[in-house]
């Protein structure tokens, strides 16, 4: 996978919101994602007094047992101010710092935040999924624009997620008697698909196994690798 090492990073909030509506015109709404063998779990956490590091975790998977075979974790001092709608300007640096450092390449990464769910369409999923051409899902625990009906209380059940009379994206129960998460496209995934990819990384919890462990490497947690996942 090809890291972009010559983005560009010290935008003013007014020159990253126009960035933002000129990368929400490549996003890719259709599936090009293939079988999903390794999934990836993107977070990030801060540390330090005021918060002036970022520490960015990628957790890969195998779909087969849900079990880590990969990870890394980077840092990087914050040089972009707390914006809402703006956080892929905060976060995404230290996590291609981060994806440098992986041996194995996922199909698709599960970032714990929105794709399309997001007032101008490109939120940190789509940003990072455009970024490195790359199929990429946002599942959040928040809302940040939209509304959706509840979804009956079983695991699979959805409502999509509206704004103004469009779909961009779903509230996916993922554990019964338990709030759901909000799936959206990131990039060149459709809807259904990322429903299914973030379904099949659920493993009793509301958050999929991949959000899971990517916010315990970002913790400072050591992981455990699966040596034995034959890949």
């Not at 957790?59 to 075979?69: D, F, H, Q, R, S």
């Not at 291609?96 to 929105?114: A, N, W």
């Not at 509206?162 to 809807?191: C, F």
């Amino acid at each position: 996978m090809k890291v972009p090492q010559t983005q560009r990073w010290d935008w003013s909030p007014a020159e990253a919101i126009e960035q933002q509506r000129a990368l929400a015109d490549r996003v890719i709404t259709r599936d090009v994602l293939g079988a999903a063998h390794y999934v990836a779990g993107v977070d990030v956490g801060f540390e330090g007094q005021g918060k002036r590091t970022c520490r960015a975790a990628i957790v890969v998977l195998k779909v087969e047992t849900l079990k880590p075979v990969d990870y890394a974790v980077a840092r990087r001092p914050v040089a972009f101010p707390y914006i809402p709608g703006l956080l892929a300007f905060r976060e995404i640096p230290a996590v291609l710092r981060s994806l440098e450092q992986l041996k194995t390449t996922p199909d698709v990464f599960i970032v714990d935040g929105h794709g399309l769910a997001h007032p101008r369409r490109i939120g940190i999923a789509s940003h990072l999924g455009v970024l490195l051409d790359w199929p990429t899902i946002g599942c959040a625990k928040s809302l940040l624009v939209g509304q959706a009906a509840e979804p009956e209380n079983r695991v699979g059940a959805w409502t999509p997620l509206m704004q103004r009379g469009e779909t961009i994206g779903a509230a996916l129960r993922t554990r019964v008697n338990t709030k759901p998460v909000y799936v959206s496209i990131g990039h060149r995934v459709s809807l259904k698909r990322a429903i299914e990819v973030v379904l099949s990384c659920c493993k009793g919890f509301r958050l999929p196994e991949t959000t899971r462990y990517a916010h315990r490497a970002a913790g400072g947690e050591k992981i455990q690798l699966d040596v034995n996942h034959g890949g």
